[in-house]
């Protein structure tokens, strides 16, 4: 059994016609420390007070404090 090119063509262009791409805006930061259930995290510029966080593992918090003049080092 031999597989002619053309076929293969036509089964890679069925598949880019019907392909649909699911997108999701996500801002990701970088955790900088952990100590006593308090995370520091850079990277969430557009965070605001009160809103929920989601961590890996199904874990949430919630931002309490967000200052443009810090910086983690």
């Known amino acids: 059994m031999s597989i002619k090119a ?5 089964l890679i262009k069925a598949r880019i016609q019907n ?3 699911a997108t999701e805006a996500r801002s990701v930061g970088t ?3 952990v100590t006593d259930g308090i995370v520091r ?9 009160g809103e929920m966080l989601e961590f890996p593992k ?3 918090g919630l931002a ?10």
């Open 6 to 10: 053309s076929e293969i063509s036509e």
């Open 19 to 21: 392909f649909t791409a």
């Open 31 to 33: 955790v900088v420390t």
């Open 41 to 49: 995290i850079h990277g969430l510029q557009d965070v605001v007070q």
């Open 58 to 60: 199904n874990t949430f």
């Open 64 to 73: 309490l404090n967000s200052s443009a003049t810090r910086s983690a080092r």
